[in-house]
């Protein structure tokens, strides 16, 4: 059957032709993402899913298709994202990483554009009765005898230091450091499972034993055992890094010098995705978060509220806490899409 036409019938239709395609042009605005999967990455470390998980939300909000966070160590995830086997790590830290940004093939695989976090600090620690009874304010007096036996645990007279997991940034640093300051001789490196090993220096504190330990911030550790308080920071005798870090001078503007330089965290991406994406790459170089805020979550997590259900709260809770700047970084990701 045929219709007639008429002029008005043919304003109706290109009118819904154009209202169509503006609606088309509004979604592609408003979810940039749509369709693309996004895989992301953190290490074995549990609190890092806070930040992690944010980035996510986020990323949700612009229309990407958001993957489980898949969990492997921090080289392997350098390599992963490289590769595009995956999309980012929002726990990147700089210059602690990088060794491993470097053996990823550096800027010209991986995009690393904004700060997440700042003030990152690391460094060794020892329990604050131990250090004032025997006036021990730098690490290098570990290679006396008889300080070091004040924090052995297993009986074979040397130091032991609760340290990183293989694989992990400080792991390089902590064994270069014991080389460089005349250590090994008198402090055991301990590692294997972080998070078992400072429980089980936390217990030896509560009993009133002398502890050594490295840790760093943000990480719920300082909060518990608070320097100043319960433990103090040990000095180095000289700055040391190794690698990519070499010839990094450590010592803070206050004149203290705890052998690791001040670290940012960062989102670090596949940077072919950052060019095809450009609403992600602009929210990668935005978001930042206070290292305050995750050393809170941090602190959460390890009085209980640590299953997923609970993270998921807390990163709902900070995007509605400060919801006008979540908004802010949206609205200028959608716009580099469109620019």
Known sequence: MNFPTTTSTWRTVLACGLLAAGSAAAIAQDLPG???KVQPLKSSIAEETFQTLLVSRA???LGYDVQPIREVEYATAYLAIANGDATFLASAWKPLHDDFFKNAGGDA??????TYSINALQGYLIDKKTADAHKIR????LKEPAIAKLFDTNGDGKADLTGCNPGWGCEAVINHHLQAYGLSNSVTHQQGSYAALMADTITRHKEGKPILYYTWTPFWVSGVLQPGKDVVWLQVPFSSLPGEQKGIDTQLPNGQNYGFT?????IVANKAFAQANPAAAKLFALMQVAVGDINAQNLR?????????????HTDAWIKGHQKTFDGWIAQA??????
């Not at 959608?334 to 620019?339: E, F, G, I, K, V």
Request: hydrophobic residues 30%; glycine residues 8%.
């Open 34 to 36: 749509k369709g693309i």
């Open 59 to 61: 990323l949700t909000k």
């Open 109 to 114: 695989k991986l995009y690393r554009q904004g």
């Open 138 to 141: 730098s690490i290098d007096q």
């Open 262 to 266: 001040p670290n940012t965290q960062h």
């Open 301 to 313: 997590m390890r009085d209980g509220e640590n299953n997923a259900a609970d993270i998921a709260r």
């Open 334 to 339: 959608r716009a580099a899409a469109t620019d």
